[in-house]
């Protein structure tokens, strides 16, 4: 007998006949002898749904009250898929986040979990319920409402999974695991049946939308073992995301494209190249909660640079507002954006052990006339910024390049 938890996306229980279809898998599992514990999203649609009401009526909503309306919709569907279980014999108790006592800080919408009180559950549990969990929120310790930000279902399921020492966290999505790159856009993209915990921090961070980046943080740092299935299939082994690199492991030297079209990029050019420079630019950013991605400062000449970063897209306007104070104050000769640029990277631990990856993929997005803007590297990652207008083709250029559409010899 194993402790499960399973965590389903917003498409998962997007319908009332999803949330049964949800209850008959959870079913099966508990009646094999496990204790399982669900997270759920809110509905598909829901949260954007709540958003959008919120902005009609304060158009930059004030985050405390916006985190206190939109954890709503996850209230919904723990209260759905408990009436399903128990509609099908199977008892249940759904509890809201604050309910189970998650404890989190207080950066509303972007709160971070700081402890988890799993007393409750285990309770429950031992006397033979499922527990149905709200995922993306928590409370403060001033017993206010917080949400952990976009994606946040999967961190909490991980997050439950490490607090109960779960022997396994499932991620059911609308995929059937994680793939080489996404195959809407390259239709020959392959299942992975492994992945390490080092490429898939990297893919999520990268742009990956199958898990969200603070998940993989939290299951590589308490070692929870984590699966991604499919919730619209009955059988399958998903991808396994491992602690280890294995021998055998499918002897990739790339595992996957990832892109992100979230970015913008902003340039400021003609700076003082001087001592500190970097955190005059950047400071203001970061003081507003606005993280900056890619970084490139240019080779200083007649003592003047040019300083570039990335930002997500939907902090843009703010972002570059910020820097326009900023060139005012350092005598910056001019400020340049750009919001329509997309970020490709391949990812692969054998990049460590092999050379001439870069120039690889370099050659195959210049024979196809895409041009690069600013290039990042890590140990097993090469990103680059190209216009948004060829990012699909950059995906499949490269996921031919290294021809990922075929099982490693």
Known sequence: MALIVQKYGGTSV???????????????????????VVVVSAMSGETNRLIALAREVQPEPDARELDQMVSTGEQVTIGLVAMALKQIGVDARSYTG????????????????????????RADLDAGRVVVVAGFQGMDADGNVTTLGRGGSDTTGVALAAALKADECQIYTDVDGVYTTD?????????????????????ASLGSKVLQIRSVEFAGKYKVKLRVLSSFQDEGDGTLITFEEEENMEQAIISGIAF???????????????????????????????????????????????????VPRNDYARARKLIEEVQKHIGAKELIGDDRIAKVS????????????????????????????????????????????????????????????????
């Open 183 to 203: 195959p809407r856009i390259v239709p020959n993209a392959r299942r992975l049946k492994t992945v390490t915990f080092e490429e898939m921090l990297e893919m």
């Open 260 to 310: 992100n079209r979230d970015e913008a990029k902003i340039t400021v050019q003609g700076v003082p190249d001087k001592p500190g420079i970097a955190y005059q630019i950047l400071g203001p950013v970061a003081d507003a909660n606005i993280d900056v991605d890619m970084i490139v400062q240019n080779a200083g000449v007649h003592g003047l640079t040019d300083f570039s970063f990335t």
């Open 346 to 409: 391949i990812v692969g631990v054998g990049m460590r052990s092999h050379c001439g990856i870069a120039s690889k993929a370099f050659r195959a997005l210049s024979e196809e006339g895409i041009n690069i803007q600013m290039i990042s590297t890590s140990e097993i990652k090469i990103s680059v910024v190209v216009d948004e207008k060829y990012l699909e083709l950059a995906v499949r250029v490269l996921h031919d390049a290294f021809d990922l559409a075929h099982e490693p010899a």
């Open 14 to 36: 997007g319908s009332p006949e999803r949330i049964k279809n949800v209850a008959q898998r959870v079913a099966r599992w508990k009646a094999k002898g496990h204790k399982v």
């Open 98 to 121: 604050p309910q189970v006592k998650i404890l989190t800080d207080s950066a509303f919408t972007k709160a971070r979990i700081l402890s988890i009180d799993e007393h409750n559950m």
